[in-house]
């Protein structure tokens, strides 16, 4: 069974921090880029970031760049998402996911629509 669990989501306030995890079952993810994407009520899913399998390349919408930090850990099967500095128009559930295509592992320019495996996802509500 192919599984992803994440977590760290909650309440913070605008230009606070949380640090999203997402960690794998069933499969390890040291083969495949991955791809943090984000929904929130009304809005088109939306690629957040993407790391390559050995975490040589990194690739940040324009959204969040400069205020989010994509990380992996091949070791302990995770992969965590730091945001900081908040906003309002960050408020969504986040969801981690494999890179799918003809690359499962570079962050081709695809990335941002070209994902599966995701779980469940964890709600980040941003609001004072």
């Known amino acids: 069974q192919v599984q992803f669990v994440e977590s760290g989501g909650g309440l913070v306030q605008p230009g606070g921090s949380l640090r999203l995890s997402c960690a794998a079952s069933?499969?390890?993810?040291?083969?495949?880029?991955i791809v943090w994407f984000r929904q929130a009520p009304g809005k088109e899913r939306e690629g957040v970031s993407c790391?390559?399998?050995?975490?040589?390349?990194?690739v940040y919408a324009d959204s969040v760049k400069g205020r989010f930090t994509i990380s992996r850990d091949n070791a302990k099967n995770t992969v965590a998402l730091q945001m900081n500095s908040l906003k309002p128009e960050d408020t969504a559930v986040y969801y981690c996911?494999?890179?799918?295509?003809?690359?499962?592992?570079?962050?081709?320019?695809?990335?941002?629509?070209?994902?599966?495996?995701w779980g469940q996802g964890t709600q980040v509500t941003v609001s004072s």
């Open positions: 790391i390559s399998s050995s975490a040589a390349y990194t």
């Open positions: 996911a494999t890179k799918a295509g003809l690359s499962l592992a570079s962050c081709t320019n695809n990335w941002y629509r070209a994902y599966n495996n």
């Open positions: 069933g499969f390890t993810l040291d083969r495949y880029a």
